[in-house]
């Protein structure tokens, strides 16, 4: 699990270090560095993907060198799969302070500190390395244990990372083998859920928080039918492929009061029942350390909706995986509160921060939760705004 994220000249920050925990919420107003924090993971993930992060090759090196290396042909791949962030222009955060401007990106996983320092080059999208420090214990400057100390975990486990703009309804959906059964990987916009399901709906969802009380069976169709039945009740997913065509096709039934619907196709349900698939499936999906990054996990969805997204992905955390999500929604705080009241997470496990950003920085208050879900401040502008608005209702 990624315990600290660092983060130096990076676009809207300088020099930022965040607490991550199991499960994490980045708040804030608009353009305030949410999503920036997400990019920089995922450029990670991207960068190694692509092979120009490949760090076990650092080790003997790094161990003749005192765990710092200079290395040749590697860096941040800032366009592909995962983000498409530009050119080094665009990466760099514009307020740099340094004559040679670098831009860098630490993490702290369990005792290891792992940090990669990129050179700025301003026309460039793959930004070549310079520094490598790993892997030191974040207290001093043991020698790593072990192979899992050469490779940071959050580098190659499980992963999903779904932007907020997803899928919507559609007659197909694309059928890709290789993310699907390869890689196990829902794409950026989901793209993919609808033939992972495909392939994958009868894999059990494991015992747990994860498993809905009301769903049909403990496997991932049934499931995930069960946690949309939050959002709709009565409904039903099915993924088929379309014979003679590289793509596969949804459908939603409904349960009547006269018995079972005919199938019916996405766009002839609600919008929100398509649109927050990918992110059921990927909580369904995740297990004890994988990785989930989350873009407003309540977009499209009714109020319950919403705090159903939250005790859904407060499950995957609570089951080991790590969530990391972007949210506006005051349910999905609420949500996360009551998981920790009710018990089903730790106060510890849930960390909360907000972002205020004014342009030129970023400023982060982190609020603490405690064993009854309350938070030990609320920082002006922080989910203030129902208060805020019945004040003036009733004043
Ligand atoms: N290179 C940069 N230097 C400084 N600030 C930047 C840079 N790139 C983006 N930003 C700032 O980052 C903010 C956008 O961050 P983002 O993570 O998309 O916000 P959020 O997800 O909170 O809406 C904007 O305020 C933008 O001005
Ligand atoms: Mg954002």
Same mark, same amino acid.
């Given at each position: 699990?990624?315990?600290?994220?660092?983060?130096?000249?990076?676009?809207?920050? $300088?020099?930022?270090?965040?607490?991550?925990?199991?499960?994490?919420?980045?708040?804030?107003?608009?353009?305030?560095?949410?999503s920036s924090v997400l990019q920089s993971i995922?450029?990670?993930?991207?960068?190694?993907e692509? $092979?120009?992060?490949?760090?076990?090759?650092?080790?003997?090196?790094?161990?003749?060198?005192?765990?710092?290396?200079?290395?040749?042909?590697?860096?941040?791949?800032?366009? $592909?799969?995962?983000v498409g962030l530009g050119t080094g222009e665009d990466v760099l955060h514009e307020d740099f302070a340094e004559d040679e401007p670098r831009i860098g990106i630490g993490v702290d996983e369990g005792p290891y500190h792992y940090g990669w320092t990129v050179e700025y080059e301003a026309e460039q999208n793959l930004l070549p390395l310079l520094d490598v420090d790993l892997p030191l214990t974040s207290e001093g400057a043991a020698a790593p244990t072990g192979p899992e100390a050469v490779t940071p975990s959050f580098l190659t486990a499980p992963f999903q990372y779904l932007h907020a703009d997803r899928i919507s309804p559609a007659e197909f959906y694309p059928r890709d083998h290789h993310a699907v059964i390869g890689r196990g990987f829902l794409g950026v916009r989901g793209e993919h859920t609808v033939n992972f399901l495909r392939h994958h709906g009868e894999d059990p969802v494991p015992e747990g928080l994860l498993q809905h009380p009301r769903a049909a069976s403990d496997l991932l169709?049934?499931? &995930? &039918?069960?946690?949309?039945?939050?959002?709709?009740?009565g409904v039903d997913i099915r993924a088929d492929a379309i014979e003679g065509v590289d793509a596969v096709r949804l459908s939603y039934g409904f349960q009547g009061t006269l018995g079972p619907t005919r199938r019916r196709r996405p766009s002839h349900v609600g919008f929100g029942l398509t649109y927050v698939l990918p992110i059921v499936v990927a909580c369904l999906t995740a297990r004890p350390g994988s990785l989930v990054l989350l873009e407003n996990p309540e977009a499209h969805l009714h109020p319950h909706g919403q705090t159903q997204m939250a005790t859904l992905c407060a499950a995957a955390a609570a089951q080991g995986a790590q969530v990391?999500?972007?949210?506006?929604?005051?349910?999905?705080?609420?949500?996360?509160?009551?998981?920790?009241?009710?018990?089903?997470?730790?106060?510890?496990?849930?960390?909360?921060?907000?972002?205020?950003?004014? $342009?030129?920085?970023?400023?982060?208050?982190?609020?603490?939760?405690? &064993?009854?879900?309350?938070?030990d401040q609320w920082p002006e502008g922080f989910f203030d705004e129902l208060e805020n608005t019945l004040d003036q209702l009733i004043g």
């Open positions: 699990m990624i315990d600290r994220l660092a983060l130096h000249n990076f676009k809207a920050f $300088g020099d930022m270090s965040l607490p991550l925990g199991p499960l994490t919420l980045l708040t804030g107003l608009n353009s305030s560095g949410k995922a450029l990670l993930r991207q960068s190694h692509a $092979g120009e992060l490949a760090v076990s090759q650092y080790l003997p090196e790094a161990r003749r060198a005192g765990f710092h290396v200079g290395v040749a042909n590697q860096g941040f791949l800032l366009n $592909g799969e995962l169709r049934d499931q &995930a &039918a069960a946690w949309m039945g939050d959002l709709c009740p990391i999500m972007e949210t506006h929604s005051d349910h999905v705080i609420n949500g996360v509160r009551l998981a920790v009241k009710q018990e089903r997470l730790t106060p510890g496990q849930a960390v909360f921060h907000y972002f205020r950003g004014d $342009g030129t920085g970023v400023e982060v208050v982190s609020p603490r939760i405690d &064993a009854d879900g309350m938070l």
